[in-house]
């Protein structure tokens, strides 16, 4: 191994994106399972970590908000339990039909009358820490959506999306601020319509965070976000609960996953988030021709920022 993959793992990180790892998956893990997790991660690192649910029928979130939220609250920092849970990402379930990625479907929904909304926040229930919703703000009722929950302390982050840039700007000014995965599950960038892509590296205001597995962003896009938007970009992980596991296929979310050589995808044959951890993400983005300090301060100190200011 490169001396920089030996390296050992960062204090301090932050992760603002995952569904889980080392077996675990935090749609239906326990409080032993989240321990478990918890202290994975913070044995690679990680201080701060997001929970992350996909989009899945109503009565089901309720159960894992639940779940989550009543062990999110037996927890301090600092408490020798593992990395601190700061609250809980929902990825959905207002997104794009058409850019849902590996999302399915059938679970998502719209905010055109306000009744989805409302329904959304009973099943999600009173939530510790500093809640993130993904939003495409083109849905029908979407940046309504964006101002509900702005002003609810959601931190809004646009993604699953091909809105246009007047929309974005539209959402911004509705209280988004960040952009989820950037570069994946958005429509692409054309050169008579940026959309999302390239309003996204033109807002010095707007943070974005990134999928440094070089599976999902070559290398030259990685070094491309890092250099458009300097001290704006977050590493994630947006790993899955095979994570640290060995290749195979894993049955989750219903479906089958198979992992195979640092890539894990549906029998779509599509990308369904990674198995990249967050202190190999930073690894990879040094790889790919990140400085090492760059890398260190989008994988701590600006989502610790993100998270201060959303």
Same mark, same amino acid.
Not at 107 to 117: A, F, Q, T, V, Y
Not at 297 to 302: I, L, P, Y
């Given at each position: 191994?490169?001396?920089?993959?030996?390296?050992?793992?960062?204090?301090?990180?932050?992760?603002?994106?995952?569904?889980?790892?080392?077996?675990?998956?935090?749609?239906?893990?326990?409080?032993?399972?989240?321990?478990?997790?918890?202290?994975?991660?913070?044995?690679?690192?990680?201080?701060?970590?997001?929970?992350?649910?996909?989009?899945?029928?109503?009565?089901?979130?309720?159960?894992?908000?639940?779940?989550?939220?009543?062990?999110?609250?037996?927890?301090?920092?600092?408490?020798?339990?593992?990395?601190?849970?700061?609250?809980?990402?929902?990825?959905?379930?207002?997104?794009?039909?058409?850019?849902?990625?590996?999302?399915?479907?059938?679970?998502?929904?719209?905010?055109?009358?306000?009744?989805?909304?409302?329904?959304?926040?009973?099943?999600?229930?009173?939530?510790?820490?500093?809640?993130?919703?993904?939003?495409?703000?083109?849905?029908?009722?979407?940046?309504?959506?964006?101002?509900?929950?702005?002003?609810?302390?959601?931190?809004?982050?646009? *993604?699953?999306?091909?809105?246009?840039?007047?929309? @974005?700007?539209? &959402?911004? +000014? /509705? =209280?988004?601020?960040?952009?989820?995965? !950037?570069?994946?599950?958005?429509?692409?960038?054309?050169?008579?319509?940026?959309?999302?892509?390239?309003?996204?590296?033109?807002?010095?205001?707007?943070?974005?965070?990134?999928?440094?597995?070089?599976?999902?962003?070559?290398?030259?896009?990685?070094?491309?976000?890092?250099?458009?938007?300097?001290?704006?970009?977050?590493?994630?992980?947006?790993?899955?609960?095979?994570?640290?596991?060995?290749?195979?296929?894993?049955?989750?979310?219903?479906?089958?996953?198979?992992?195979?050589?640092?890539?894990?995808?549906?029998?779509?044959?599509?990308?369904? *988030?990674?198995?990249?951890?967050?202190?190999?993400? @930073?690894?990879? &983005?040094? +790889? /790919? =021709?990140?400085?090492?300090?760059?890398? !260190?301060?989008?994988?701590?100190?600006?989502?610790?920022?993100?998270?201060?200011?959303?």
């Amino acid at each position: 191994m490169s001396a920089v993959a030996d390296r050992p793992p960062s204090p301090g990180l932050v992760d603002l994106h995952i569904h889980g790892a080392f077996g675990v998956d935090v749609l239906t893990a326990g409080p032993a399972e989240l321990d478990r997790l918890a202290r994975g991660l913070a044995a690679r690192g990680v201080s701060v970590f997001f929970p992350t649910l996909v989009p899945v029928p109503l009565p089901e979130m309720a159960a894992a908000c639940s779940r989550l939220s009543s062990w999110m609250r037996t927890r301090r920092e600092g408490d020798g339990r593992g990395a601190f849970p700061g609250g809980i990402h929902f990825e959905g379930p207002f997104v794009s039909r058409a850019r849902c990625g590996a999302l399915h479907p059938g679970s998502l929904l719209d905010g055109e009358d306000g009744r989805s909304l409302d329904a959304f926040l009973e099943a999600a229930g009173p939530l510790p820490g500093r809640p993130v919703t993904t939003v495409a703000p083109e849905i029908p009722g979407g940046l309504a959506l964006v101002r509900a929950l702005a002003r609810r302390g959601f931190l809004v982050s646009l *993604g699953h999306t091909e809105a246009d840039a007047a929309t @974005l700007d539209e &959402a911004f +000014s /509705a =209280g988004a601020r960040h952009m989820t995965h !950037f570069g994946n599950a958005l429509a692409p960038l054309h050169h008579r319509a940026v959309g999302p892509i390239g309003w996204g590296l033109l807002r010095e205001d707007v943070t974005v965070d990134v999928i440094a597995d070089l599976h999902h962003l070559s290398p030259e896009m990685l070094r491309l976000v890092f250099k458009a938007k300097p001290d704006r970009v977050a590493l994630i992980s947006d790993a899955i609960p095979p994570a640290g596991l060995p290749d195979g296929p894993y049955a989750v979310w219903g479906e089958t996953l198979t992992v195979s050589r640092g890539t894990v995808r549906n029998a779509r044959g599509n990308l369904a *988030g990674s198995v990249c951890l967050l202190d190999e993400a @930073l690894r990879r &983005a040094e +790889s /790919a =021709g990140v400085a090492r300090e760059e890398a !260190f301060q989008a994988a701590r100190d600006v989502p610790a920022r993100i998270l201060a200011s959303g």
